[in-house]
């Protein structure tokens, strides 16, 4: 016995559970079920025995009969005219009719084969069209043609008494046939009502059953369950102190009975979690403000470099300028080195700048023709392009919503980097294609340059991140970067084909429109004023 019972029992009301209800309905209704179906499963191969009986046997023994009969007349004239007259024209009806009646006799025998009653009638049959073609038949067919025969004239009266013992038992076969065909045709029609009976009886049993477990349904499970939905609605309403009240069968009660104490305890514990929603409330507030104020620092902090960097790539230039060779080689290299360091931390810092920008200054979003957009990267390209006689060929590129400045971004960082990182003496060839899957449209960007190492693929979407030194490759690490965030931005993903080793394939996915962004972009931040010469030199 199960705890819910037990409570059950101790509670004085019906320790059965619904599963137990269910159990015993189900096991009577297929009791029931299995018993009115043998049922009709008998009727259905009574009626099925009864009517193949009738179709296959019945009916065709007496067709067969009844052209033994025709044959044995067809024999009868035929022999009658050829004995009176010899013309050897009239046996031909005598011999048609004997192979008609060897083939009738052996159809009947096959027929009714197993009933001893109709096997005794052809048997008599049998008898007398042997003692008639014996006695007439045979003996007047083999008189000479061309002359009456003897036998015809001598045997007469004895021919037509033998004929008519032919007819009589060809009758009497007949009409046993008959009454057999009509016996079973109406064993079939007593079988076919007591079959439309047993499956109206079928029928009405069903509906009740069904009317029995639809109602029992209803009162036992339905209704309390109806019940318990209508408190929980008005728990869930906000009326928490409304108690659940437990009706039906014993386990919908210890289910009626958990859910009242689950809403005490809800109600216990709703001023705790109330409290915590609040504290929660506040430190996402805390957190969204950090995150502006750090993203207004990285902003600021990059923009207020501009102008001590400025400062310091304009009078080392300056200083190269004027002291260039004036001063020892040492101090010329050192020169040398403050320019490049300025100059590619002005790089650096104009890069942290534009991958700052994306998705917050630069996020117009509007159709877009990728053709143009990629035409016009082309053009932007278009001196590097001609200096490696690179080839650079695509597929018709598709119109989506999206920023044209983050478009042309990811298109200029991916057919850069496919240039420039060719390999010597090969001239460059990146190939771009567009294919739609499903709901977004799938990009690759093929080259046949260096590659990318299997185990670099994460790597290099990683901002600072890079696989060669400056002086191998110029740059600053973020291009790459740059094109994930872009990509991501506009509900898409990107990476590199590991199993491409011809050079590099990277593929990228976009959507027809971007996704909405949950957060509020940050407002724009002012742009940083164009780089001053100091003394009007540079």
Not at 120 to 130: I, M, N, P, S
Request: hydrophobic share 40%; with cysteine; proline share 5%.
């Amino acid at each position: 016995m199960t705890g819910v019972e037990s409570q059950a029992r101790a509670s004085g009301r019906s320790p059965w559970t619904t599963r137990r209800w269910l159990r015993v309905g189900v096991a009577v209704s297929l009791l029931i079920l299995v018993l009115l179906g043998s049922t009709g499963a008998w009727v259905l191969a009574r009626t099925e025995s009864l009517s193949t009986d009738l179709t296959d046997v019945r009916s065709p023994a007496l067709t067969t009969a009844i052209r033994l009969e025709s044959a044995m007349l067809n024999q009868e004239t035929g022999i009658r005219g050829y004995g009176l007259t010899g013309t050897p024209e009239f046996r031909a009806p005598y011999d048609r009719g004997l192979v008609e009646q060897k083939a009738s006799m052996k159809e009947l025998a096959g027929l009714l084969d197993g009933d001893r009653a109709g096997l005794e009638g052809l048997k008599a049959v049998r008898e007398a069209v042997g003692k008639w073609q014996e006695r007439i038949a045979r003996p007047i067919a083999a008189a000479r043609p061309g002359s009456p025969s003897p036998l015809a004239t001598e045997r007469a009266e004895e021919g037509k008494t033998s004929f008519d013992e032919v007819r009589t038992a060809l009758n009497d076969q007949q009409k046993m046939l008959r009454a057999d065909r009509a016996g079973a045709r109406k064993d079939l029609v007593d079988t076919m009502a007591v079959r439309n009976w047993v499956f109206g009886a079928i029928g009405v049993v069903i509906l009740g059953l069904i009317a029995v477990v639809f109602e029992g349904l209803r009162r036992g499970i339905n209704r309390p369950l109806e019940r318990l939905g209508s408190d929980a609605r008005t728990i869930a309403g906000g009326d928490f102190d409304h108690p659940i009240t437990p009706t039906g069968p014993a386990d919908l009660r210890h289910l009626s009975g958990e859910i009242d104490s689950m809403r005490r305890r809800l109600v216990r514990e709703l001023d705790f979690k109330e409290q915590a929603r609040v504290r929660l409330d506040a430190q996402a507030a805390d957190l969204r403000r950090s995150n502006a104020e750090l993203e207004q620092f990285a902003y600021v902090a990059s923009h207020d470099l501009q102008e001590p960097l400025r400062k310091v790539s304009s009078f080392t230039q300056l200083l190269q300028r004027r002291y260039g060779g004036q001063l020892d080689d040492r101090a010329d290299q050192y020169i040398d080195f403050a320019v490049d360091g300025a100059n590619r931390m002005q790089v650096l810092i104009n890069d942290l700048l534009d991958f700052s920008r994306v998705g917050r200054l630069h996020n117009d979003q509007q159709e877009v023709d990728l053709d143009k957009v990629f035409e016009r990267t082309l053009s932007a390209l278009s001196v590097s392009i001609e200096e490696s006689e690179a080839v650079v060929t695509h597929d018709g590129l598709p119109t989506l919503v999206a920023d044209p400045t983050q478009m042309g971004m990811l298109w200029q960082n991916l057919i850069a980097n496919a240039v420039k990182f060719r390999r010597p003496g090969v001239v460059p060839r990146v190939r771009v294609t567009a294919v739609r899957e499903d709901e977004l449209w799938r990009f690759t960007v093929t080259d046949n340059g260096i590659g990318i190492p299997e185990e670099f693929t994460e790597k290099i979407f990683v901002i600072f991140q890079r696989l060669h030194t400056k002086d191998a490759y110029p740059g600053s690490g973020i291009g790459l970067a740059m094109c994930k965030k872009i990509v991501e931005f506009h509900g898409g993903t990107i990476a590199v084909d590991p199993g491409y080793r011809e050079g590099a394939r990277i593929t990228f996915t976009l959507a027809p429109e971007p996704p909405e962004h949950a957060d509020a972009l940050t407002p724009a931040l002012p742009e940083p004023a164009p780089p001053a010469d100091p003394d009007g030199s540079l």
